[in-house]
């Protein structure tokens, strides 16, 4: 029996270690829980005990089981492997057709956090697509990174400020095209919320409350405007924090620089 065989050949294999990975049960209990003949988890739970993934222990007169310290680390893998799977069963071209550089490696080791994710196609590179509005109206607090110019996300994230937790981190050249074209919306969005300004970065993105929104490069340098990843689960959330978190370490917080922003 190879790892490979318990993570691609039997789904209820996975659910035996997940069962018993927080609290032992007898065969019966196991039988009642997984709605299987105690025959069938018998020839199920061989294998896994030979690997050393689950354990018998006898209390009393009865004979329980449960998942072994090794079979807890087989087990989170073989999740991560079934969460990657659907990542790139739902997002595979995204990804293989994007530049990944922006991403750090860490977090694309973690990609599959991204379960659950869709690729929107849009019609209009100037449309924000609909989900995306979703997740940004619907969430309490909002932070992003951009390192295109949109026309609507100056008046758009001004608005949201005055009645969320808004935190933007923009590119140098964005920043400077903001200053030049948007000063009345940006000294008025800095009264709420949160600016930064870093060097570069290829890629934008939204982590908020409800959800998770990437876009990235093409191979050949250009931005990507049609599609967008787009996720609302939880895992989503805390990887899109992750992100964000990096990218803040390299920004510069404009609101603890002397600066004068009706002269600039």
Request: net charge positive; proline share 3%; hydrophobic share 40%.
């Amino acid at each position: 029996m190879k790892f490979f065989e318990i993570s691609g050949r039997s789904h209820l294999k996975l659910e035996i270690l997940e069962l018993l990975a927080n609290n032992p049960k007898t065969l019966s209990e196991l039988s009642e829980n997984l709605n299987k003949t105690k025959s069938t988890l018998s020839f199920q739970m061989k294998p896994l005990i030979d690997l050393g993934l689950i354990r018998k222990i006898r209390r009393g007169r009865n004979v329980y089981y449960e998942t072994t310290e090794l079979g807890a680390i087989v087990k989170d893998r073989i999740v991560e492997l079934l969460k990657l799977k659907d990542v790139l069963t739902n997002a595979g071209d995204f990804f293989r057709n994007h530049d990944l550089s922006p991403i750090p490696k860490v977090l694309l080791n973690e990609i599959h956090m991204l379960r659950g994710c869709k690729v929107f196609v849009k019609d209009n590179p100037y449309e924000l697509h609909p989900e995306w509005m979703d997740i940004v109206k619907g969430s309490a607090w909002i932070y992003g990174l951009s390192s295109v110019y949109h026309r609507d996300f100056p008046e758009l994230f001004k608005n949201l400020a005055k009645e969320r937790e808004v935190k933007i981190i923009l590119t140098e050249d964005v920043f400077g095209k903001v200053m030049r074209e948007c000063k009345e919306q940006l000294s008025e969005f800095l009264k709420y919320g949160r600016f930064f300004v870093c060097k570069n970065a290829k890629l934008a993105f939204i982590v908020a409350e409800k959800g998770f929104t990437l876009s990235l490069y093409n191979l050949n340098g250009t931005y990507d405007s049609l599609r967008v990843l787009i996720c609302k689960t939880d895992e989503a959330v805390k990887w899109g924090l992750k992100l964000f978190e990096h990218y803040l370490t390299h920004s510069t917080d404009k609101i603890k620089i002397d600066w004068n922003i009706n002269s600039a």
